[in-house]
């Protein structure tokens, strides 16, 4: 069988959940099955992720627009259309968000029959003001897309609700490399200077959907009923000055560190004793299920998908009681084992190699 070679579409390349699930399915690509490339309307050069890619011999095409509007529509354009017009050669192209235009109608107009769009989410955040013109991109895309992928159910039913072919493929993770060890634990929290605190943690995007400022409001009153406690954000992201400055005006500089985009994310749950994700909506929540292989108390907005409970660690909680939150965060507080959780992943279909093969599997299956 031919090796396939795929285009994958990522408009932003950043250190978002999107670009750290195709650097892992990257990770762990069968060099003799499939070729990946990748193309982006715009990139963070400082993006760990990004930079590992590259490392790992990735190939990076770029279309050179920071941001679509009205006055670079035209532009934005002509480079989809130069790019395909010297591109064309791809077996299938892989649109991981489909609010860009041009260029899924671009890619099959030069040639690329096999075009397929990824849902990832099962909403946006409320504050585009350009919404109802994305939303009509995003329709005009689903509809000239061939295939249609999704992380869950959930997702597929919000991307894709007149379609009943949608082919899941979930986000794999490699559930060794998250599992619990005592040692590391010693070591991240020694370095953070973690020694005795109780430790709270979030990995995500600073972005409106992520809920940074409910955490805040949370652990303010966390941290009365446990003065030991401490705030970890782990990511970057549009959002991240104004919630830095949130944390000064509350004085909480001490008790709330912001390491930034990190790519030891692995070794930093280790150090931690509970997770949060109180999103306002999500695809599936792909850093719950790496918290829950680390073996970490999971605690998650009513908003997320119940796909991400794949053990018996995550915690649904409404965004509507704070009280509720800072109750079971503060239960969470007494000492309990870590627990082995390597077998759920992988009988869930979330452990990596197993994501690998359901979506190799998909491509020969179309192509």
């Not at 509809?143 to 869950?152: G, M, S, V």
């Not at 490399?177 to 020694?195: C, G, I, M, T």
Request: charged share 25%; net charge negative; aromatic share 10%.
């Amino acid at each position: 069988m031919k090796k396939l070679k795929i285009l994958h579409y990522i408009p932003g390349f950043n250190t978002g959940g999107i670009e750290s699930v195709f650097l892992n399915w990257y990770r762990h690509l069968p060099s003799d099955a499939v070729e990946f490339e990748l193309l982006v309307r715009n990139y963070s050069p400082d993006s760990p992720l990004l930079k590992e890619y590259l490392e790992l011999g990735g190939k990076l095409h770029t279309l050179d627009t920071p941001s679509l509007n009205i006055k670079s529509m035209m532009a934005f354009y002509r480079k989809v259309n130069q790019f395909f017009a010297k591109h064309h050669e791809y077996d299938f192209l892989h649109v991981h968000v489909a609010d860009d235009p041009f260029v899924i109608q671009t890619a099959r107009r030069r040639g690329i029959k096999a075009v397929g769009i990824h849902a990832h989410t099962t909403g946006y955040n409320e504050s585009y003001k350009s919404q109802g013109l994305k939303g009509k991109i995003r329709n005009h895309n689903v509809k000239d897309a061939r295939y249609h992928l999704a992380i869950t159910n959930a997702a597929a039913a919000w991307m894709f609700p007149e379609k009943n072919d949608v082919q899941i493929i979930h986000n794999g993770i490699d559930a060794a490399q998250y599992a619990f060890n005592a040692e590391k634990r010693e070591a991240v929290r020694s370095q953070l200077q973690l020694d005795n605190r109780y430790t709270i943690m979030h990995v995500g995007r600073f972005s409106e959907v992520k809920n940074h400022l409910f955490m805040l409001e949370v652990f303010e009153k966390v941290r009365v009923q446990i003065p030991s406690s401490v705030l970890v954000f782990v990511g970057d992201g549009p959002l991240y000055s104004e919630i830095r400055e949130e944390i000064t005006k509350r004085n909480l500089e001490k008790d709330v560190l912001l390491l930034g985009a990190r790519g030891d994310v692995p070794e930093l749950l280790q150090a931690a004793d509970v997770f949060l994700l109180p999103s306002k909506f999500e695809g599936l929540g792909l850093s719950a299920v790496e918290s829950q292989s680390a073996g970490l108390p999971t605690l998650v907005s009513d908003q997320v998908p119940s796909d991400v409970a794949i053990t018996d660690l995550v915690f649904f909680l409404p965004l509507d009681s704070l009280s509720r939150w800072v109750e079971v965060i503060s239960d969470y507080s007494q000492v309990r084992e870590r627990k082995n959780t390597y077998q759920d992943i992988v009988d869930a279909h979330y452990e990596i190699h197993q994501t690998i093969k359901d979506l190799i599997d998909f491509y020969q299956k179309i192509i």
